[in-house]
């Protein structure tokens, strides 16, 4: 079995003088003042006079407007980890900092804090809760906020096994008062749980004793380790209310967790998010154990398809392992289009077999591949010395728009969108089906919401990190006992792969549909599904159903007709942006801290827009009897509308001739191609061997990896029944 090296034990242990306690991380302070009025009507304006371009005959009454529904801090364990000297990044980033780069580093209109619920000690709920009302006190006009904030947490939930993984979900609520928000997070862990690696995170405490000049950092993060575990766990026979004190409340399935949210009565939206990334989600998750009444529930309106993660929109019909005729998993070959990392091990260990007898070599290949298929997210412990062009790009989808790391395609929104449970109905009275709207967000770790507005500093703005030089890489890096040996793969203690830097993305942004820029418009606008995602860039986008019986439908919309429905779709790309920041941002915040957090790059647009090359069309029809093969349900693209090329958008219309059945719709935007980091995730060398573009020393950290890419954005779906299908 892999293990740490003897030179860092002993090394530990001879330099325990320095076994020094922490403390508290500094909690920062909000220092920008909310945006002046006057600009706010401006992008306002700028916004509106492309909807009445585009539609000079109807427009909207509602303007677009952008914000980040995933943000952390460092009060986030991972977060915290992530931000450690020995990584060579900046330091503590605590809510106040996400107020400050909301406002004048990306010129948000809204975001969300949504920090681990399993992380969050009282001292830091309650700083969240107050940075809330205080972000919030700093708009100067209250009937057109320039930024509205939400709270909320996320439900980390993870499981080695398909069968127990429900994912991850981020809770958000409308109120902003203490009386409206509940007095603790919603965990998905006990106490003292090992699940989701916080065993490597509590090791990486002893990095003190190696990098003793910035020890105190590294015993702030035990510091605050010892106090997520003394928070006792709460009775489990009762939910929200019922509890006294703090303690760490845990829901262990989705069920569970909606259960103790409506305990509280306290309006919120729960949104999945992540499903795909096979960074800890096993092989074989899906989203059909969770099409139920008991583990879904009216308050999943939203489903977020891109994050800094990636894009976990499109289904393919491969996976990372096969079924025999017993239900065993086997490890099937590779195809035209994908190899699992289960059979690359194979081939890895056949390229070591010198010395070997031929039998001997193919038992040790049959061996690695079954090791391999048994390592859950893991497969590459199986030989951790092997370098990168080693493995290749098996596992990963090779034709998906900035794909996550060793995607999961039966989690994926599209899967998720076809499926049908034929033992259960929904209020329509047909079989139960999930019926989400689409958003994108960040998932930052730094506590910059909505960093997509610019490709630049890929440490700063990605979840590219890890280890700043090759001597701290050779003390954590595990060892095999014998490099012909394939190693046996503890899940619980699985070091990511090493390939996901070249997966980590400034991350995506989510747009509404809204009646103001007040808050409840902005929820109201969530709850409704009239909302929007982007890869990134403030991209204008109206999906609209144009012959419905009741009239004129939004993104998002469901109704039943009989006739072929007819849609209208409107686009326009971002503004180019000019560099470094307004004169507004460096007015707002000091040149250190607008520095610190902005990196000298703002949200800054110029008065032209890139051009949309293409809408395309996809059409979902789900499942209509038990066993319908899925992959002939989702049509991608079903149709793609070319784009003159102008900087003053593209309008296009369609209709389906072909509308027999219970269909969904919706469409992406497809801007013109510009530089991203990571826009090729595993390029080639002059060699033709692959090599990731690392988090760590081994690429140049002022390397940002950029390859150009045709950013995009999803509609919402519109849901049409047809009112003649008997299912």
Request: aromatic share 10%; hydrophobic share 35%.
């Amino acid at each position: 079995m892999a293990r740490i090296g003897k030179s860092l034990l002993t090394l530990l242990s001879a330099l325990s003088l320095w076994a020094c306690s922490g403390s508290e991380q500094p909690m920062g302070e909000i220092t920008g003042p909310g945006r002046e009025p006057a600009l706010v009507q401006s992008i306002d304006a700028r916004r509106a006079e492309l909807d009445r371009a585009l539609s000079p005959a109807a427009p909207r009454d509602r303007q677009i407007l952008f914000g980040d529904l995933h943000v952390h801090t460092t009060f986030s364990i991972d977060a915290f980890a992530m931000e450690l000297p020995v990584m060579a990044q900046q330091g503590f980033h605590p809510p106040a900092d996400a107020c400050d780069f909301a406002r004048h580093c990306a010129a948000l209109d809204f975001f969300s804090f949504n920090d681990h619920a399993e992380n969050l000690t009282e001292a830091h709920w309650q700083n969240t809760k107050q940075t809330v009302r205080d972000c919030n006190a700093r708009v100067i006009d209250p009937q057109n906020p320039d930024t509205v904030v939400f709270a909320g947490w996320e439900w980390t939930q993870v499981s080695p096994e398909a069968s127990s993984h429900w994912g991850h979900k981020n809770v958000i609520f409308n109120g902003t008062a203490d009386e409206d928000l509940p007095s603790r997070p919603i965990s998905a862990r006990p106490r003292g749980s090992t699940v989701g690696n916080l065993d490597n995170t509590r090791n990486m405490t002893k990095l003190k004793y190696v990098d003793p000049l910035n020890w105190r950092r590294y015993a702030d993060l035990g510091w605050l380790l010892a106090r997520i575990d003394e928070r006792a766990d709460c009775p489990r026979d009762k939910d929200g209310p019922q509890i006294d004190g703090y303690c760490n409340e845990v829901a262990d399935t989705p069920q569970d967790l909606f259960r103790k949210l409506d305990s509280w009565g306290f309006d919120n939206i729960v949104i999945p998010h992540g499903n795909t990334w096979g960074i800890y989600t096993p092989d074989g998750a899906s989203w059909d154990k969770q099409l139920n009444s008991a583990q879904h529930d009216p308050s999943q309106r939203l489903l977020e398809v891109m994050s800094g993660h990636g894009n976990s929109e499109e289904y393919r019909s491969w996976d990372h392992f096969a079924l025999d005729a017993d239900g065993n998993k086997v490890c099937p070959p590779p195809s035209d289009d994908f190899t699992p990392c289960c059979w690359q091990a194979g081939e890895i260990m056949r390229s070591r077999c010198d010395g070997l007898s031929e039998g001997e070599c193919n038992a040790r290949v049959a061996d690695a591949r079954n090791k391999a298929l048994n390592a859950g997210p893991y497969p590459h412990m199986v030989f951790p010395d092997a370098a990168p062009e080693e493995w290749g790009s098996c596992g990963q989808c090779t034709d998906c728009f900035k794909p996550s790391l060793s995607m999961r395609p039966k989690a994926s929104a599209q899967y998720a969108m076809a499926i049908s449970n034929f033992d259960e109905r929904g209020e329509d009275g047909k079989p139960l089906r999930f019926k989400y709207g689409f958003i994108a967000s960040t998932d930052d770790h730094t506590a910059r919401p909505g960093t997509g507005y610019k490709q630049y500093e890929r440490r700063k703005m990605t979840f590219a990190t890890g280890l700043r030089s090759e001597f701290y890489a050779r003390l954590a890096m595990p060892k095999m006992d014998d490099p012909q040996q394939p190693e046996t793969v503890d899940i619980g203690a699985g070091i990511p792969d090493f390939r996901s830097g070249s997966f980590s993305y400034p991350g995506g942004i989510v747009a509404v549909h809204s009646d103001s820029r007040r808050r409840d418009d902005i929820w109201s606008a969530l709850k409704r599904r009239e909302t929007y995602g982007t890869s990134g860039p403030r991209m204008l986008l109206w999906f609209d159903l144009i012959n419905a019986p009741q009239g004129v439908l939004p993104m998002g919309s469901e109704t039943t007709m009989a006739e072929a429905p007819r849609f209208q779709v409107r686009a326009a790309g971002d503004f180019v942006q000019l560099p470094g920041c307004p004169t507004a941002s460096r007015n707002a915040l000091a040149s250190d801290r607008l520095d610190y957090l902005c990196a000298g790059e703002c949200y800054n647009p110029s008065s032209e827009r890139h051009a949309i090359t293409a809408i395309e069309v996809i059409r979902i029809r789900p499942q209509r009897y038990r066993g319908e093969p899925v992959e002939d349900l989702i049509e991608d693209p079903w149709k793609t509308l070319q784009c003159e090329p102008s900087s003053q958008g593209c309008v296009v219309e369609f209709s389906d001739e072909e509308f027999t059945r219970d269909t969904i719709y919706y469409v992406r935007a497809l801007q013109e191609p510009t530089p991203a980091i990571n826009g090729e995730p595993l390029p080639s060398n002059d060699k033709g061997d692959t090599q990731p573009c690392f988090g760590d020393y081994r690429t140049d950290f002022s390397d940002d990896c950029l390859a150009p890419v045709a950013e995009r954005a999803w509609s919402s779906p519109i849901f049409i029944n047809h009112n003649n299908t008997e299912e």
